[in-house]
């Protein structure tokens, strides 16, 4: 019996976590999420696994298990379902809720059944025996998962940290790992974000104790959180600190306020009914008696922050009297923007407290003590560091090694990568399906390579459009050529060069016509490249030239 692990995202990048395990002609989805665009992806709103692999195999696809509620897990579920077809989701019933509003937003909840699972449930998803382990993280309920193949044993730690005293008490269950690492793992497949970090991750009740100081240390000013929408833990602690100094508690945020609904409705939300109040009420309050809890810890353009730090947002007008925590670390890639919400915060006269000056955020991803407390619980015969950038990789991998593992057995796998397990060991194909990056752009679907590389064209060096006519039956010019630029160069050199530049061209077309070239295609071809000649030679710059010829 062949199984098979198909790595489609998340292995070379944050974000886009998405595996494909199989077993012979089935296939069992893990996660497929999305990945936040660079700086350089312009205009694109987000990123996704490559589908074109799990659509040519479309009929044979099980399920997904969803191990956790985070957007870089689940936030690609509706395109997949958009994309590729009907698919059972199996996760925890928060899991399920949370990544329920993106299907929903999208239409397409009649192309899934949502099936939540319980902690340490075992279940067959077709010829995938799997079992769910209880694992702690910045979002409560999440799961590792055991896969028990005919080839062995595959554990999938999903996102993780071994928080011994979580804000919820649901711990990582560690005795479970330990016994089915006790009956044999053949390949462990583990969370690498914080790889290179050493020492344990602090447990996320450590916060409360830091948010219940702040309020103290700024009583009598009105206080303004901003935290993930998804971070249960993290706002009822902010909460219960809040409400512990006397405050009444308002939520900004339509992601925010969507999420505080969920879990509150699931029981897992502890917030008496009295503490709460709408956010268009909160002016009847003084400064010290209130606090609102809030999205755009990320610096995201048009979140609740940094609306605030623009003068933007209608519901709230900062000032001196306010305490603004941001109780988040920047995603890598999002730094600029948080750093420009922090000056606009700055600007508006509050005071703002976060991560860089107060501990006000712990991570939820297991740093090195406890990457290797898991190898050595677990023991896998096999290791494939997943869940970061390639340098994580590297460095999980080299502390799989410290362990004791040896080298052979440790594979560092990236995108598009296969593993195929067999009795005698497991072989590694590289490159063995498409994992490009699929680009959504608004509501259209791929955006696609060739767009996205214009764009960075335009945005480096702007753009030159040359438009001339002529005449359909001599080929003569009959007007321009004109040149028109955005983005290329400045007045005043520009005049002089434009002329030149028209010359360029007019010399160019000349030589065609001469040549007896008289077809739109050629003439073209010809303007675009006399122009593209005198620009590199002038300004050792590449714009994007866009000859237009028009006949008379
Ligand atoms: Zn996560
Ligand atoms: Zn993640």
Known sequence: MAVRVVFLGGLGEIGRNCACVEIDDRMLLIDCGIMFPDPDMHGVDLVLPDFEYLRENADRIEGVVLTHGHEDHGGGLAFLLAEVGPIPIYGSALSL????????????????????????????????????????????????????????????????????????????????????????????????TNAEDPGHTPSESSVGMVMRELFREHAGRRVIAACFASHIHRIQQIAEAAIGSGRSIAFLGRSMQQNVRLVRSMGLLDLPDESLVDIDEIHRFEPGQICVICTGSQGEPMSALALMAAHENHRIKLGPDDTVIIS???????????????????????????????????????????????????????????HGEYRHLVHHARLARSTGMPEERVIICED????????????????????????????????????????????????????????????????GPEIVTRGWIH??????????????????????????????ETMRRHARSGLQKFINSRTKRRPIIVPVVMEV
């Open 491 to 520: 007045a005043p050199e520009a005049d002089l060069l434009l002329e030149e530049a028209k010359d360029a061209v007019r010399r160019s077309l000349t030589e065609a016509i001469d040549e007896g070239a008289m077809d739109f």
């Open 328 to 386: 988040a670390h920047p995603i890598p890639g999002n730094e600029s923007n948080v750093s420009r919400v922090i000056g606009g915060l700055h600007r508006a006269g509050a005071d703002v407290v976060h991560s860089g000056l107060v501990p006000v955020h712990v991570s939820g991803h297991a740093n090195q003590e406890e990457l290797k407390f898991l190898l050595n619980l677990v023991k896998p015969e096999y290791f494939v560091p997943v």
């Open 97 to 192: 809720g949370l990544a329920r509003n993106r299907i929903e937003e999208a239409g397409l909840l009649d192309r899934t059944e949502l099936i939540p699972v319980q902690d340490g449930e075992r279940r067959h998803i077709g010829p995938f025996d799997c079992q769910f382990i209880p694992v702690t993280h910045s979002v409560p309920h999440g799961f590792a998962t055991a896969i028990h193949t005919p080839a062995g044993t595959i554990l999938h730690s999903g996102d993780f940290k071994i928080d011994q005293s979580p804000v919820d008490g649901r711990v990582t269950d560690l005795a479970l790992i330990g016994e089915i690492g006790r009956r044999g793992v053949r390949l462990l497949l583990s969370d690498s």
């Open 416 to 479: 598009g990568d296969s593993l195929l397990m067999t009795p005698d060991g497991i072989d590694v194909e590289r490159r063995f399906a498409p994992a490009g990056y699929l680009y959504v752009d608004g509501i259209v679907g791929d955006v696609g390579r060739g767009v996205l590389k214009d764009r960075r064209a335009l945005a480096a060096e702007g753009i030159v459009v040359v438009i001339v006519t002529i005449d359909g039956h001599t080929g003569e010019i009959v007007t």
